[in-house]
């Protein structure tokens, strides 16, 4: 990370469980982490937002739109070209559809190899 961007303190935009409370950002909080990215770089910024419910809200259109510094791209409904994780989760489905384990660690020792086979080694 280059030595002038400052990362979020803990807690500056934490949305963690909390009885009655909703556990993602909410537009005012991507609106406020939008306007101090602004003003700690200076000038414009360039947004890549998928399709989340909040990113594409009406409320999230009117903040977008009030923000002249600011540049939207959106990705496209479906692109895993664009995100080369999106494959992984239906392949294990598949790899691992007709097996039974009677462990927990059996089924983590099998998981792990079935990742190393699809994207090399795993940390």
Known sequence: MPEDVERVRPGEFDRGPAKGRRKGFTETDYARLLDAAHQQFGGPVVLVRDNLN????????????????????????????????????????????????????????????????????LN
């Open 54 to 121: 909040t990113h594409v809200s009406r409320t999230m259109h009117d903040l977008i739109a009030a923000r002249l510094w600011l540049t939207v791209h959106q990705l496209p409904l479906y692109a895993p070209e664009l995100n080369p994780v999106e494959g992984v989760g239906s392949y294990l489905k598949r790899s691992l559809a007709d097996l039974t384990k009677h462990s927990l660690d059996q089924l983590t020792g099998l998981v792990k190899t079935r990742l190393k086979r699809k994207t090399g080694p």
